[in-house]
């Protein structure tokens, strides 16, 4: 029998690379030269491989819609969202930490303590556990500004390199959560093509080794 083809969801931006590379150390023969291609779909024919590149935040939707098999997806998406996939492996790419953070030798504000984020859940979820009310403030992206010009006091975000907080004159309160990106499938998939998933699986984690 001929093999099935794989669709896999992958985030655009840094992690692509990254994911990319992994598949390629795993001894999927991929093409070198996609960096500068603004495709949203490639087509890999001689792997029976399609990727779709979408905002990291999309590809636990498309996986769990069963519009793509698998995909590649930060631990920082997968709690913040909840859904129903399986995560099959921590692939230890894209290493960076979910974090509070503020201006420097500063509290939560007593009266109205206000915190934004783009991850409303996991920073609700924190401070509830520490049994702190706080207003959360959703954002899309510059987290950081919003208690450099007073929109909040606290920010819940990634920290990677620490530069961004660093250079914007932030410091760090409290460490969240460890993240790095996961492969998860969708579980239907799992079911009806779970020769070649596991085969994948085992792949990428010998290369890991
Ligand atoms: C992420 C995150 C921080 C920054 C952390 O933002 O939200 O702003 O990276 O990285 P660093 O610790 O290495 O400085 P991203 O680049 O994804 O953009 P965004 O502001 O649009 O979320």
Do not use: W
């Given at each position: 029998?001929?093999?099935?083809?794989?669709?896999i969801?992958?985030?655009?931006?840094r992690?692509?690379?990254e994911?990319?590379?992994?598949?390629?150390?795993?001894?999927f023969q991929?093409?070198?030269?996609?960096?500068?291609?603004?495709?949203?779909?490639?087509e890999?024919p001689?792997e029976k491989?399609r990727?779709?590149?979408?905002k990291p935040?999309?590809?636990?939707v498309y996986?769990?819609?069963?519009?793509?098999?698998?995909g590649?997806?930060?631990?920082d998406?997968?709690?913040?969202q909840?859904?129903?996939v399986?995560e099959?492996?921590?692939?230890?790419?894209?290493?960076?930490?979910?974090?509070?953070?503020g201006?420097?030798?500063?509290?939560l504000?007593?009266?109205?303590?206000?915190?934004?984020?783009?991850?409303?859940k996991?920073?609700?979820?924190f401070?509830?556990?520490?049994?702190?009310q706080?207003?959360?403030?959703?954002l899309n992206?510059s987290?950081?500004?919003?208690?450099?010009?007073?929109?909040?006091?606290?920010?819940?975000?990634?920290?990677s390199?620490?530069?961004?907080l660093?250079?914007?004159?932030?410091v760090?309160?409290?460490?969240i959560?460890?993240?790095?990106?996961?492969?998860?499938?969708?579980p239907?998939?799992?079911?009806?093509?779970?020769e070649r998933?596991?085969?994948?699986?085992?792949?990428?984690k010998?290369?890991?080794?």
């Open positions: 029998m001929s093999k099935s083809e794989l669709t969801a992958m985030p655009k931006g992690i692509f690379e994911a990319y590379a992994l598949l390629q150390k795993a001894g991929l093409p070198d030269d996609l960096e500068d291609s603004r495709k949203l779909i490639v890999v001689n491989i990727f779709i590149l979408a935040m999309d590809v636990p996986v769990e819609h069963g519009v793509a098999d698998i590649i997806a930060g631990k998406v997968l709690l913040e909840k859904r129903s399986h099959l492996l921590d692939l230890k790419i894209s290493q960076c930490y979910i974090a509070t953070a201006l420097p030798n500063t509290m504000n007593d009266i109205a303590p206000r915190v934004a984020t783009k991850y409303p996991i920073a609700s979820d401070y509830k556990e520490k049994g702190e706080v207003e959360i403030i959703g992206g987290i950081e500004l919003a208690p450099m010009i007073g929109l909040a006091d606290r920010i819940v975000d990634i920290v390199t620490g530069r961004t660093t250079e914007n004159g932030l760090e309160y409290e460490h959560v460890d993240v790095t990106s996961r492969l998860i499938v969708n239907v998939s799992y079911r009806l093509k779970s998933i596991r085969d994948m699986v085992r792949r990428l010998e290369s890991m080794e």
